[in-house]
């Protein structure tokens, strides 16, 4: 019996560890084409228009995988609040990991011309609808087997997943370029990180399928309380609470992507910065970021999810302006130190986000509404940033101001959501109402 408290401990840390290392490998997939997209897909797959117009195009197909996003919510959300998380978490991976290794083996435009491109919007569409339903299974099976005091902390481990799959995605792609010449890296040195994915999906699979069902769930499916149809009850019985998620997703996503891919196009193709340099930043900012977020995580145990999450779009609405002048200096080390603090500020929105959307909604349609609120935000926030930021920057030749006030806008649109959502972190996930 004595036994008992180090058993529930371990089989949480357990479960956390492996939402973690899944989300990571997820992440690692879905950032590698974003920097492609940021450094070699406009050369590669969209050679024959001038290269402002080859880098909207490249962040096109990088915006389709936000909007399958929305579709792998409800599809997976569906599934996931009928047979159980688990499950959805293996075939999201299993997606995910094959997609990624099948860009890897992608002929270019040279090779077989506008299938190239074709091509790859299918598979980043595969893509998004992997990763729109790996998160609310991913972060429902960590919050799920936790206990009340700590949901902030353990969930936020999923979201570290985050910066740790930038880390990995940034550094192999830093890699490969100092490993090739330029002409190399393009030629094929490129691939290389895409083909890797292979490796780590069975890292991850191996990991996923050790772990057992939320009990939480496993609780609601015995009462027979299953809903029939997720979404529709979700959308019925939470309406408010969907739309206050998309609005809080606002800022958060919009600038984690301004921070982290559209900085990358901003300083080497306007303002001639090595890329080595630019990417270094990035890989600062995710390992800020990966320190952080648990950190903001129990500290929105401790003191609620708004709080912790207004800070954050407040400091984002500052900072807005900051961050582009210090990118507009050119130099290396005020780069890469406005790159830390806006994902440093990126983490104060997202840290909470996780345990915060989950504890809006009852256990019936958990997975489908905190996945629609999550993901229907995702195309119109983070998969139209870069695009957005690309041609405000072309319109206003080369001056970043719009695109700060863009952000202030998105700031605007999360401080009003949050201020408007219920505290939640004291709230039982057993309460169905």
């Known amino acids: 019996m004595t036994r008992a408290p180090n058993d529930r401990t371990s089989s949480v840390f357990h479960v956390v560890l492996a939402s973690f290392i899944g989300t990571t490998i997820e992440w690692y997939d879905f950032f590698l084409y974003g920097t492609a997209a940021a450094l070699v897909f406009n050369k590669l797959f969209f050679p024959n228009i001038e290269p402002w117009a080859g880098t909207m195009a490249a962040y096109g197909t990088y915006a389709i995988g936000f909007f399958a996003r929305p579709f792998g919510g409800v599809l997976f959300g569906h599934f996931g609040d009928r047979i159980g998380r688990k499950s959805m978490l293996v075939t999201t991976l299993m997606m995910m990991g094959i997609a990624t290794f099948l860009i890897g083996l992608l002929p270019t435009y040279g090779a077989i011309g506008i299938a190239a491109p074709a091509l790859l919007v299918l598979l980043r569409f595969a893509q998004g609808i992997g990763v729109g339903g790996e998160w609310g299974g991913a972060v429902l099976m960590a919050v799920e087997h ?11 481990w999923v979201q ?5 799959g930038l880390l990995l995605a940034t550094g192999a792609f830093a890699v490969c370029s100092r490993l090739f010449t330029p002409e190399q890296f393009l030629d094929g040195g490129w691939r290389i990180p895409f083909l890797l994915g292979i490796v780590l999906l069975g890292v991850g699979m191996f990991i996923r399928v050790r772990v ?3 009990p939480v769930f496993a609780a609601a499916r015995n009462a027979g309380k299953a809903e029939a149809i997720p979404v529709l009850g979700a959308l019925r019985r939470h309406p408010r609470n969907v739309l206050l998620a998309m609005g809080a997703r606002f800022a958060e996503n919009a600038s984690f992507y301004i921070f982290s891919v559209f900085v990358l196009t901003f300083a080497t193709q306007a303002r001639k910065v090595q890329e080595s340099e630019v990417l270094a930043g990035v890989l600062m900012g995710a390992s800020a970021q990966f320190v952080a977020i648990p950190l903001l995580g129990a500290l929105s145990d401790r003191v609620g999810r708004r709080p912790v999450y207004l800070a954050g779009a407040a400091c984002l ?14 130099e290396p080390r005020l780069i890469q130190t406005a790159i830390v603090i806006g994902l440093l500020i990126h983490a104060m929105m997202y840290a909470p986000q996780a345990a915060f959307f989950s504890e809006l909604f009852g256990t019936r349609v958990r997975y489908s509404g905190a996945s629609i609120g999550y993901q229907l935000a995702s195309p119109l926030a983070g998969g139209l940033a870069p695009l957005i930021a690309t041609a405000l920057l072309r319109k206003s030749g080369g001056d970043p101001a719009p695109i700060a006030v863009y952000l202030i806008v998105m700031a605007a649109i999360t401080l009003v959501s949050v201020a408007l ?9 057993h309460d169905d109402s």
């Open 421 to 429: 959502a219920s505290e939640t972190h004291r709230r039982s996930l």
């Open 160 to 164: 570290a997943g985050v910066p740790a």
């Open 146 to 156: 936790g206990d009340g005091g700590r949901r902030g902390l353990y969930a936020s």
């Open 212 to 214: 057992f069902e939320s």
């Open 317 to 330: 609405g500052l900072f807005a302006f900051p961050f582009f002048r210090l990118v507009a200096t050119d």
